[in-house]
DNA sequence: AAATTACGTCAGCCATATTGACATATTACC
DNA sequence: GGTAATATGTCAATATGGCTGACGTAATTT
């Protein structure tokens, strides 16, 4: 029961549903599900000359109103240098406000404006009523197991931050 | 039953598992899963000067052996000349193997040489690995909600597709 | 006063995608 | 046999979203 995997090999006949076909059938099943799960959106960002990376921040900021730039950026894992990039044109464009940290005033608590507020829910809109077709069909125990196994393909280190945040939604910080 | 979705309304009273807050989470998770899903096989593609887009190229050569350029681009919905740039570097480098059609021989049916296997083995087992824990972690129950979930976010017309390609894995077509 | 932190910005690079137009070989059809 | 359609490739231009490195500024901490 150790070596469910066997290294390097196709063949391995393996118990349960960890065979080597199902497996890939998982690999596949999550690109594929990601690969339509952005389609929607996407097309609606780029009517605004807008792409994913300021769908992935609109939502966060939306999330979290209130986040800092550094907080965000260790949820999307990116050099500052892009998001400031995508940050910076969306405040420009009027979705995303900056105000001082009350505390620590070199900070910029991000928040979503009226305009961005109705964007990000333009967007999550088409996100949201697929995930909950799926959720639908598929079923309260199904949305059970799925959200385990999605949760355990995330780096561990990572995990506890993201059963940490939800419903740590109003962070206001100043 | 019917609207089950309250549009542009964060306070709707929804059923089960289907509030405004789980989805969101599903949401979420699928982002923070294809995030760390796709970490590992990134680094070791940058070594090798190939990116993800090579990856899903190699890994779907591999899949479906013998497959067709035009099939290859169905499943990853992007045009000739992206794939074209990564699939003639993936050939020049050794990776990947063209020969003309039997039947049609305007046709590239596309395999992965020796150098190919490898590599694909190389990027495949970080991945395989990952969803094993996570399946092992989780138990069959889960992975078989987490597969309908998955599946049900996939475009209605791509599902059929899917399901009815996995074990077509040898499609020799020459 | 000096070091660190939070954030921004400039410049340049690379990978991945796009559209549009055109070329070639092959097959299919009338 | 000639024309149309198909499968594939290619050239050129463009956009997006990442990256690294270097530097700057304001505020906080020590």
Request: hydrophobic share 55%; no cysteine.
């Given at each position: 029961m150790a070596d469910v995997i066997s290294p390097a090999t196709k063949l391995a006949p393996n118990p349960l549903f960890l065979r080597d076909e199902d497996l890939r059938q998982g690999i596949e099943l999550l690109f594929y599900a990601y690969r339509d799960?952005?389609?929607e959106p996407d097309a609606i960002l780029a009517e605004l000359g807008l792409g994913r990376a300021h769908h992935r921040a609109i939502y966060f900021v939306g999330r979290h109103a209130g986040i800092t730039v550094s907080e965000l950026l260790a949820i999307l894992k990116i050099t500052k240098q892009s998001l400031s990039r995508?940050?910076?044109q969306l405040v420009r464009e009027g979705y995303i406000q900056q105000r001082p940290g009350k505390r620590d005033r070199r900070q910029r608590l991000l928040e979503l404006t009226e305009k961005g507020k109705e964007l990000e829910r333009r967007l999550t809109r088409t996100q949201r009523e697929r995930i909950a077709r799926a959720y639908r069909e598929a079923g309260a125990e199904a949305v059970a197991g799925c959200r385990k196994v999605?949760?355990?393909l995330v780096d561990e280190t990572e995990r506890r931050k993201i059963l940490a945040r939800p419903d740590g939604t109003t962070k206001a910080g100043a």
């Open positions: 799960f952005t389609g995508v940050l910076s999605l949760l355990g």
